[in-house]
T-cell receptor, first 114, second 111 residues
Framework: GENVEQHPSTLSVQEGDSAVIKCTYS??????FPWYKQELGKRPQLIID?????GEKKDQRIAVTLNKTAKHFSLHITETQPEDSAVYFC?????????????FGAGTRLAVHP | NAGVTQTPKFRILKIGQSMTLQCTQD?????MYWYRQDPGMGLKLIYY???????DKGEVPNGYNVSRSTTEDFPLRLELAAPSQTSVYFC??????????FGQGTRLTVV
C-alpha cells in the first residue's frame, strides 16, 4: 500500500554522539523528501529536504541521504546537543489520482542526554 | 506575511455536535492539507487540496468534509463529533514538492 515507514520510533543518545533516522517509501515516483522537527507543543517545521536528483545534502550538523533504488532516505545528526531533543518526521509525496499527497512517517522521538 | 492561520486554537465539543475548523494562508500556495495528530503519535492526512475546487481524501477521511472555494481558504468540517475525533488538527500549505508550512494547530476535545 501507500505508506512511509520510519525507524526507530525512539532514539536516546549522549550529547555529542550521532543520531540516524531511516525512512522507506512505497511510491517509486516520489521525488521530494523532507524532514520535519516538532518540539513539544509546537507545530512541525522543516529542517532539511532533498530532491531525487541528488544523493546527499548537508546543512551544518544535519544531512540527508537518499537511495532511490532501494526507496529509502535517512536523516543524520552529528554532534548532537540537548536542543536537538524533539520528534522528527520524514515525509514523501505519494501519487494519487494524478496529484501528490504528502504522507508522513510515524515519527522518531529523539532524546539527547547531557 | 501571516503564513498559515488556523482558528480556533482550542475547542471542546459535545458528542454529536458539529463544527468547522478554519484555515487560511497568504502565500498563494496551491496545495493545502489537513492532518490530525493524536497524543504521542504521527501526522495522519485527513484531506488535501491541489487548488480551488479540487479536493481528495487522505489516510483518515471518515467523519470529515472539506471544501476549497478559494486559493486562500481550506475549512475542515466535522459532522456528528465523536470521542475518537479528539486530537490536535494541523492545517498546512505548500507549492508542489516544496516546504509545507503548518498552522499553530487546533486542540479539539470531544466529550
Amino acid at each position: 500500500g501507500e505508506n512511509v515507514e520510519q525507524h526507530p520510533s525512539t532514539l536516546s543518545v549522549q550529547e555529542g554522539d550521532s543520531a540516524v533516522i531511516k525512512c522507506t517509501y512505497s511510491d517509486s515516483a516520489s521525488n521530494y523528501f523532507p524532514w520535519y522537527k516538532q518540539e513539544l507543543g509546537k507545530r512541525p517545521q522543516l529542517i532539511i529536504d532533498i530532491r531525487s536528483n541528488v544523493g546527499e545534502k548537508k546543512d551544518q550538523r544535519i544531512a540527508v541521504t537518499l537511495n532511490k533504488t532501494a526507496k529509502h532516505f535517512s536523516l543524520h545528526i552529528t554532534e548532537t546537543q540537548p536542543e536537538d531533543s524533539a520528534v522528527y518526521f520524514c515525509a514523501a509525496p505519494l501519487l494519487s489520482g494524478g496529484y501528490n499527497k504528502l504522507i508522513f512517517g510515524a515519527g522518531t522521538r529523539l532524546a539527547v542526554h547531557p | 506575511n501571516a503564513g498559515v492561520t488556523q482558528t480556533p486554537k482550542f475547542r471542546i465539543l459535545k458528542i454529536g455536535q458539529s463544527m468547522t475548523l478554519q484555515c487560511t494562508q497568504d502565500m498563494n500556495h496551491n496545495y493545502m492539507y489537513w492532518y490530525r495528530q493524536d497524543p504521542g503519535m504521527g501526522l495522519k492526512l485527513i484531506y488535501y487540496s491541489v487548488g480551488a475546487g479540487i479536493t481528495d481524501k487522505g489516510e483518515v477521511p471518515n467523519g470529515y468534509n472539506v471544501s476549497r472555494s478559494t486559493t486562500e481558504d481550506f475549512p475542515l468540517r466535522l459532522e456528528l463529533a465523536a470521542p475518537s475525533q479528539t486530537s490536535v488538527y494541523f492545517c498546512a500549505s505548500s507549492q508542489i514538492n516544496t516546504e509545507a508550512f503548518f498552522g499553530q494547530g487546533t486542540r479539539l476535545t470531544v466529550v
